[in-house]
């Protein structure tokens, strides 16, 4: 089952806004993690957030976490042409013996240049 | 460093046939090593994963199967394979750190 639901599925964007994605999930987690997929390739992992963060950047990524949601967002600031990609949210339900990493159904960002 | 290969790139196969699809990482030892499947435009569904030799979870009952024959290859296998099964297959490792690694997928059309 997916644990994670990412929001909105689309997004389309001019170069040098920013993207604003946002995700979902189920059951207690000890950190979730951003990917990014090109069309047709593998995933890349952008960013970790652990559950005792509440925000972290990266360049200009930035990626908050509300454990009393169970919500997460990314933020790309001053968005590029090759930002464009499909942008997955990934997590891992708590506890000893968990390894089903598992992922939403994406956020296909267009950056229109 | 750290490598992933899985191959092919892209198959088309008929209905009924037999299929393998072979992961293999170099660099690390003990991996936790998954197979994903992607429909077009969609998510990833977690198909089957494994924490050692011999060890493998699966996620959704279905008409495919796996194989952890050696600590860094994953076998993703079918006897017969139905329409239903296209997609885009991805594997992915991760060690040490919560962190996957993934493979450039294999895009496997069923005809």
């Known amino acids: 089952s997916q644990q994670g639901e990412e929001d909105p599925q689309a997004l389309s964007i001019q170069e040098g806004e920013n993207a604003t994605m946002n995700c979902s999930y189920k059951t207690s987690i000890n950190n979730l993690q951003w990917y990014r997929q090109n069309s047709g390739r593998g995933l890349v992992h952008l960013i970790l957030i652990r559950s005792n963060e509440r925000e972290k950047h990266s360049g200009r990524l930035r990626v908050t976490l509300d454990t009393s949601k169970k919500s997460s967002s990314l933020l790309i600031t001053a968005s590029r042409a090759a930002d464009t990609a499909s942008y997955f949210c990934?997590?891992?339900?708590?506890?000893?013996?968990?390894?089903?990493?598992?992922f939403g159904k994406g956020t296909k960002l267009s950056v229109i240049p | 460093s750290q490598t992933i290969h899985q191959w092919p790139a892209t198959l088309v196969q008929p209905v009924g046939s037999p299929l393998s699809l072979e992961c293999t990482v170099e660099?690390?030892?003990?991996?936790?090593l998954y197979w994903y499947r992607q429909a077009a435009g969609r998510g990833l569904q977690l198909l089957f994963y494994?924490?050692?030799?011999?060890?493998i979870s699966s996620e959704v009952p279905q008409n495919l199967s796996a194989s952890r024959p050696q600590d860094r290859q994953f076998i993703l296998s079918s006897k017969k394979l139905l329409l239903s099964d296209s997609g885009f297959y991805l594997c992915a490792w991760e060690s040490g750190q919560p962190r996957a690694f993934f493979g450039q997928g294999t895009r496997l059309t069923v005809v």
């Open positions: 660099g690390t030892s003990n991996p936790n």
């Open positions: 494994s924490v050692g030799i011999g060890q």
């Open positions: 990934a997590t891992r339900p708590a506890g000893a013996g968990s390894y089903q990493l598992t």
